[in-house]
């Protein structure tokens, strides 16, 4: 019995060394493979953060170039609104031209610094569409369309006029009168400093061509502490 119980616990013995060493087997080549899949990750990690910058660059190209610009303010005419120097987003994407809008438009006639002739981009704010009948009433400093005269309230020191920043009351003639009838295809666009603007109601501008709209300022980037939308 005892030579039994020897041979069976030899042949125990031996099962547990085999097991033993198929596992170390099967473990042992699964160790080195950790570095290289580390390895693997940082190249996808990299590579996938090229792949977005690139796309986000090539995403602003597109933007910048179809759908979008910055413009500058030259100028006070747009005062209280806008300052000289300021800068702003304008786009000319589905624009359809709405009361009050702020626009960028170019001025043919308008003279330059050196008096070339050539015209310039100036900031206006749309006052009337076509077929509208504008009315500036020098003496009392309103306009009126089509019959309504334009509300004008002041909140603290400020002046607004249909609901936006004005200057000061609208008395400075610009030489073409006060009765205005808006052609077709056109646009009656006025300065919000209305006594330091040269604007529809000046020969040098006149109705604007809605051909001539370069775009809709729709934010002003600078000063960083006056970013935001324009309304």
Not at 37 to 44: D, E, H, L, T
Not at 77 to 83: A, R
């Amino acid at each position: 019995m005892c030579g039994m119980k020897d041979l069976r616990e030899a042949i125990e013995e031996t099962v547990t060394e085999e097991v033993h060493a198929e596992t170390a087997e099967t473990v042992s080549p699964e160790v080195p493979a950790a570095p290289a899949a580390k390895k693997r990750g940082i190249s996808a990690e990299l590579y996938d953060w090229f792949d977005t910058l690139l796309y986000s660059v090539l995403g602003i190209i597109v933007i910048f170039t179809f759908f979008t610009r910055m413009s500058t303010v030259d100028g006070g005419s747009m005062m209280p609104t806008l300052e000289d120097g300021q800068h702003l987003m304008i786009t000319d994407f589905l624009y359809r031209p709405a009361y009050n809008d702020i626009v960028v438009v170019w001025a043919e006639r308008l003279p330059t610094e050196n008096n070339d002739g050539s015209g310039k981009a100036i900031v206006k704010r749309v006052i009337g569409l076509p077929g509208d009948k504008i009315t500036v009433d020098y003496s009392k400093g309103t306009v009126t369309r089509n019959g309504e005269t334009l509300a004008i309230e002041t909140k603290g020191d400020v002046l607004y006029e249909d609901g936006h920043m004005i200057n000061t009351y609208t008395t400075l003639e610009e030489g073409l009168g006060g009765d205005f009838t808006v052609p077709d295809g056109c646009l009656f666009v006025m300065g919000d400093n209305r006594n330091g603007s040269t604007d529809s109601r000046s020969p040098w501008v006149g109705f604007v061509d809605m051909r001539d709209i370069i775009g809709k300022a729709y934010l002003r980037i600078t000063p960083f502490d006056k970013f935001g939308g324009l309304y």
